[in-house]
Nanobody, 117 residues
Framework: QVQVVESGGGLVQAGGSLRLSCAAS????????MGWYRQAPGKQRELVAI???????KYADSVKGRFTISRDNAKNTVQLQMNSLKPEDTAVYSC???????????WGQGTQVTVSS
């Protein structure tokens, strides 16, 4: 139905920047938001940032002021610009295309972000 593909992960030193990209394709007419989540080894997955088709954004407190989420609805893509990266940002970052009524998330495969000190 819906396919989600992430790209842009990698290795960066503390204080550096990375930009993640996510593209959704398929039966996407029911998608109302796209978000970025992350999961470190042995830890629970957490919401990093999310953006609705109307441009409303929400960020985790830990990344607010450092990360920026944006989207191109025409291309069904979303980007996460990550600045001032910290070692604690190290995780697998996954993109989700989200529906409402009913609620559902289509997940990408994840991309590794590693921040060295």
């Amino acid at each position: 139905q819906v396919q989600v593909v992430e790209s842009g992960g990698g290795l960066v030193q503390a204080g550096g920047s990375l930009r993640l990209s996510c593209a959704a394709s398929g039966s996407i007419k029911s998608i109302n938001a796209m978000g970025w989540y992350r999961q470190a080894p042995g830890k629970q997955r957490e919401l990093v940032a999310i953006i609705t088709i109307g441009g409303i954004t929400k960020y985790a407190d830990s990344v607010k002021g450092r990360f920026t989420i944006s989207r191109d609805n025409a291309k069904n893509t979303v980007q996460l610009q990550m600045n001032s990266l910290k070692p604690e940002d190290t995780a697998v970052y996954s993109c989700a295309a989200e529906t409402v009524f009913p609620t559902f998330k289509y997940w990408g495969q994840g991309t590794q972000v590693t921040v060295s000190s």
